[in-house]
């Protein structure tokens, strides 16, 4: 069974400038995706699909292959993931090669690790789907969320004000960490694919979208690794 890992790490952050590839914990953050794809000893080909010379050039320098650069048109900012793994699969078959499975890891998710990867495409390969979808608890029931309306603070769903929290459904959401697909699936909308979840724990997920995320994620990443 082939697959591969694409890495995806298009340049130009705004938020966090040279986001890819700013340091974190000492290594640029890129280079934990690169590292655990690679040591997971699952994919035949480890790739980084980037608009950017100097991300090519790091993921290079971790050992990922980056055999092409992405095209303008899925380099701004409308162009979606799927958007990127699609040119990627087309790009790879225009040079003779194709794949069973495909892998999408973000470059700025440092708590991915092999052991992570090869446990949920064991599981995704045992549960024969079209996606797999890490996924992590919401932390505070949803259900009880608050709206504000006309300065005045309300339940969205005051019927569940009186309940227990453990009596309520739990939700969760995406970890934004790694994705599985079947290649073959990869022309369905997202929605209309049949998942199955990874779910991760809290303390393993952190969203890195400023600098008090990245602070709050080299904490989590310290405490892991530390365990």
Known sequence: MSAIAIITARGGSK?????????????????????AAIDSGIFDSVMVSTDSEEIADIARKYGAEVPFLRSKKNSDDFATTMDVIREVVERYKDLGETFE????????APFVNASKLRDSYSFFL????????????FSFPPQRAFVIEKDLLKYKWPENYPKRSQDLERFYHDAGQFYYYKTDCLLKEVAEMVQVPYVL????????DNESDWVIAEMKYRMMVEK
Do not use: H, M
Request: proline share 10%; glycine share 2%; aromatic share 8%.
């Open 15 to 35: 938020r966090i400038p040279r986001k890819n590839i700013k340091k974190f914990c000492g290594k640029p953050i890129i280079s934990y995706s690169v590292k």
């Open 101 to 108: 499975y495909v892998a999408c890891i973000y470059p700025t």
């Open 126 to 137: 045992e549960k024969n789907v079209d996606a797999l979808t890490s996924v992590v608890p």
């Open 201 to 208: 724990p809290e303390t393993e997920v952190q969203d890195i």
